[in-house]
């Protein structure tokens, strides 16, 4: 179904489903978004930078490259990159103004971050998830994919998680934690005062990273990270 997998429990009912046994969320962008022009993700090709995932969303990286305030770009570059060098990133991309292509952000950025001998990430790589995170507001939509999909769950089924960066991982770790705890209450407070109920139980405590076999036969896993946990 074709759709924002926050809104997966309307997809859902529009398809006669009221719960379902188990949920798989892979917040990985796919390969053909990277390697195929049109999306303008990748410094792999040289085109517009759109970073949309859905074509008709609101906003596009172009249009914060060239409209928002150094600081505001510097700001978002640093949180959702984290990249220590936002704001220096951001005072070029201004001077660089207007910043056209993909090949022209990633030769800016570049300039900034520089790149170490040996090294085989593209410096110019956390800002651009910073972009991409900024323009599908994909923090958000995980948070509400995440509930979504627990009121979706039946009783037993399971959630499970791929993410990708700190970010991600991070969102989902919390809300997992969150949701298995029996109290949410201030620390200090001497009774609980929440009323909290859990829904879910952490089924690994411990995340789980692909093998040095499956990272061989697949280098874009190298970063995966996986939780699950069950409806309770």
């Known amino acids: 179904a074709q759709g924002n997998y926050a809104d997966m ?126 323009v599908n507001d994909e923090l958000s939509n995980i948070e509400r994919g995440l509930d979504t999909a627990v009121g979706l769950l039946a009783l037993g089924g399971r959630l499970a998680v791929i993410s990708y960066h700190s970010l991600e991982d991070r969102v989902v770790k919390s809300f997992f934690i969150r949701e298995a705890a029996n109290c949410v209450c201030p620390p200090g407070l001497p009774i609980c005062t929440c009323g909290q109920i859990p829904r879910l139980k952490i089924i690994n405590r411990r995340v789980i990273k692909p093998s040095n076999e499956e990272v061989q036969s697949n280098p874009r896993s190298r970063s995966a990270k996986l939780r699950v946990a069950q409806r309770i």
């Open 9 to 134: 429990a309307d997809l859902s009912a529009q398809r006669g489903i009221a719960s379902v046994h188990g949920v798989l969320l892979d917040l990985g962008f796919s390969s053909r978004q990277v390697e195929r022009p049109g999306y303008g993700m990748s410094f792999q090709v040289d085109e517009p930078p759109d970073m949309r995932y859905d074509p008709n969303g609101p906003l596009t990286a172009e249009e914060i490259i060239n409209t928002y305030s150094e600081r505001e770009l510097g700001q978002l570059i640093r949180r959702y990159g984290e990249e220590p060098r936002g704001m220096s990133i951001a005072r070029a991309i201004i001077k660089g103004r207007p910043v056209a292509t993909t090949g022209q952000l990633a030769s800016i950025v570049g300039a900034v971050v520089g790149r170490r001998p040996g090294q085989r990430v593209n410096p110019a790589t956390r800002t651009f998830q910073a972009l991409r995170i900024a």
